[in-house]
């Protein structure tokens, strides 16, 4: 799958990229058809949760998102977590400080994972 943005590019120039990633992901997530996408990623991570809740919302596979935080992130969401949190495409979303769970209370906590 092709990078949906590199760093330091305009969000502007990244909305062709990005759709050309989502496109890939279209493709990987309907060719294997996976039961759980876990995930911890960067932007790359965006298309194929997209296109995971996508397909699980019309039925044709049933896999389901789980997205941990990096453990850098003490304070604030990286922007792959803020997108996943706030669009809530990840059914489970770790973080792995308890000051972020203070800061998004859907998240789970379970210590440090990674």
């Known amino acids: 799958i092709p990078r949906s943005r590199e760093v330091g590019q305009s969000f502007l120039s990244s909305v062709p990229t990005t759709l050309k990633a989502l496109w890939a992901a279209v493709a990987v997530v309907l060719d294997h058809q996976p039961d759980l996408v876990l995930m911890n990623g960067p932007g790359t991570c965006i298309p194929i949760a997209a296109a995971a809740w996508l397909f699980r919302l019309l039925g044709v596979c049933g896999g389901k998102v789980v997205y941990v ?30 000051e972020l769970l203070q800061r998004y209370p859907r998240a789970t906590y379970a210590g440090r994972l990674m």
């Open 69 to 98: 935080e990096s453990i850098a992130r003490v304070y604030r969401l990286s922007l792959s977590g803020k997108i996943l949190y706030h669009a809530r495409l990840a059914h489970t979303f770790f973080v792995q400080w308890e």
